[in-house]
T-cell receptor
Framework: KQEVTQIPAALSVPEGENLVLNCSFT??????LQWFRQDPGKGLTSLLL?????REQTSGRLNASLDKSSGRSTLYIAASQPGDSATYLC????????????FGRGTSLIVHP | DGGITQSPKYLFRKEGQNVTLSCEQN?????MYWYRQDPGQGLRLIYY???????QKGDIAEGYSVSREKKESFPLTVTSAQKNPTAFYLC???????????FGPGTRLTVL
């Protein structure tokens, strides 16, 4: 059974720092991996989707990488801002069998001015 | 304005009551999903539907039921058989299964 772990569980940084959030998964047979942002009491907002054949995806100040062989994905946030404060979740979608994505518990990020 | 709507935003249930959560999308997506989120835990899949008039159980389907009579609608009923229903419920959709998922704003259900 797939397990997805996100480290660290919480992170507090000053504005302007470059950040790396980690997502590890135990089963490398994934179809794709998706990163989300969630603000308190809100739904999830899709940030980036990386297909299993890709190594990275970029959107603005965000860059996500995927290394299937080592079971890891990282989300890089450049020049962090207070508006980046939120919980970041990753989800691994399986490549075969029934479709049940596995979510990590998230990294809670606070960027202080 | 394309997106996913969920209603109500807050819902209170008495013991022994069934309640239905609404989820509507105008993205013309084939696949729709229901997740449950509890504090400090990852999202868990309750049910998903790949096409109209078809749906499959997720990891935690016991005590829940769904229907998919229209492409744009995927309501979730929380029955009295669900012993611990207090949670945040999220609906999502994607063009097809395993494609990029888009989420609604959520419904917070509380048992009184």
């Amino acid at each position: 059974k797939q397990e997805v772990t996100q480290i660290p569980a919480a992170l507090s940084v000053p504005e302007g720092e470059n950040l790396v959030l980690n997502c590890s998964f135990t089963d490398s047979a994934i179809y794709n991996l998706q990163w989300f942002r969630q603000d308190p009491g809100k739904g999830l907002t899709s940030l980036l989707l990386i297909q299993s054949s890709q190594r990275e995806q970029t959107s603005g100040r965000l860059n996500a990488s995927l290394d299937k062989s080592s079971g890891r994905s990282t989300l890089y946030i450049a020049a962090s801002q207070p508006g980046d404060s939120a919980t970041y979740l990753c989800a691994a979608n399986p490549s075969g069998g029934s479709y049940i994505p596995t979510f990590g518990r998230g990294t809670s990020l606070i960027v202080h001015p | 304005d394309g997106g996913i709507t969920q209603s109500p935003k807050y819902l209170f249930r008495k013991e022994g009551q069934n309640v239905t959560l609404s989820c509507e999308q105008n993205l013309n997506h084939d696949a729709m999903y229901w997740y449950r989120q509890d504090p400090g835990q990852g999202l868990r899949l309750i049910y998903y539907s790949q096409i109209v008039n078809d749906f499959q159980k997720g990891d935690i389907a016991e005590g829940y039921s769904v229907s998919r009579e229209k492409k744009e609608s995927f309501p979730l009923t929380v029955t009295s058989a669900q012993k611990n229903p207090t949670a945040f419920y999220l609906c999502a959709s994607s063009q097809r299964e395993r494609d990029e998922q888009f989420f609604g704003p959520g419904t917070r259900l509380t048992v009184l």
